[in-house]
T-cell receptor
Framework: EPEVTQTPSHQVTQMGQEVILRCVPI?????FYWYRQILGQKVEFLVS????????KSEIFDDQFSVERPDGSNFTLKIRSTKLEDSAMYFC????????????FGQGTRLTVV | AQSVTQPDIHITVSEGASLELRCNYS??????LFWYVQSPGQGLQLLLK??????LVQGIKGFEAEFKRSQSSFNLRKPSVHWSDAAEYFC??????????FGAGTRLTVKP
């Protein structure tokens, strides 16, 4: 069964460093998403991406965040200068046609900023 | 703006008992509605979804949910809970745009 794959499963970084979280969406999907979940809190929408551009972003997704689809398979989230409060589980998701199809989630990357 | 409310942060039920998890949404039209389950340390797994048609939808693992437009609700139910159902449950809504918004989640504890 096709699945969304995220790497690494756990990333530890020092405050102020840049991190790149990687995702391989399901191959025939057209819409891609990043979500984050701070420990013990709800899942929060960050950004959606379609046709090689951001289609929606939340207030959380500020200038320190960026997304990219560098090739035909990967979808990345870059955090330019990490802060302690960026520590969270980051989930990538993809869907075939957008809002009227379900989003499939990866297992997540746990980011710890020290 | 669309929003999702799950009023119950934590629910405890006995194994074999019935379960209902509440979800209310705020949106101008009928959104697309989802329930996801998250086991500890795991990602999100889709239980069921509602787009249109029959307002009672069946999902995996014996779960069902009923869409009630008049109450703006999409409550999740299961007639008999199993110990393996202990997890965090998230209701989600997708409106006119393509971003899925989640409720705060309800943590389910199952007593033996």
């Amino acid at each position: 069964e096709p699945e969304v794959t995220q790497t690494p499963s756990h990333q530890v970084t020092q405050m102020g460093q840049e991190v790149i979280l990687r995702c391989v969406p399901i191959s025939n999907h057209l819409y891609f998403y990043w979500y984050r979940q701070i420990l013990g809190q709800k899942v929060e929408f960050l950004v959606s991406f379609y046709n090689n551009e951001i289609s929606e972003k939340s207030e959380i997704f500020d200038d320190q965040f960026s997304v990219e689809r560098p090739d035909g398979s990967n979808f990345t989230l870059k955090i330019r200068s990490t802060k302690l409060e960026d520590s969270a589980m980051y989930f990538c998701a993809s869907s075939e046609f957008g809002r009227n199809t379900e989003a499939f989630f990866g297992q997540g990357t746990r980011l710890t900023v020290v | 703006a669309q929003s999702v409310t799950q009023p119950d942060i934590h629910i405890t039920v006995s194994e074999g008992a019935s379960l209902e998890l509440r979800c209310n949404y705020s949106y101008g039209a009928t959104p697309y509605l989802f329930w996801y389950v998250q086991s500890p340390g795991q990602g999100l797994q889709l239980l069921l979804k509602y787009f249109s048609g029959d307002t009672l939808v069946q999902g995996i693992k014996g779960f069902e949910a009923e869409f009630k437009r008049s109450q703006s609700s999409f409550n999740l139910r299961k007639p008999s809970v199993h110990w393996s159902d202990a997890a965090e449950y998230f209701c989600a809504v997708v409106g006119n745009n393509n971003d899925m918004r989640f409720g705060a989640g309800t943590r389910l504890t199952v007593k033996p």
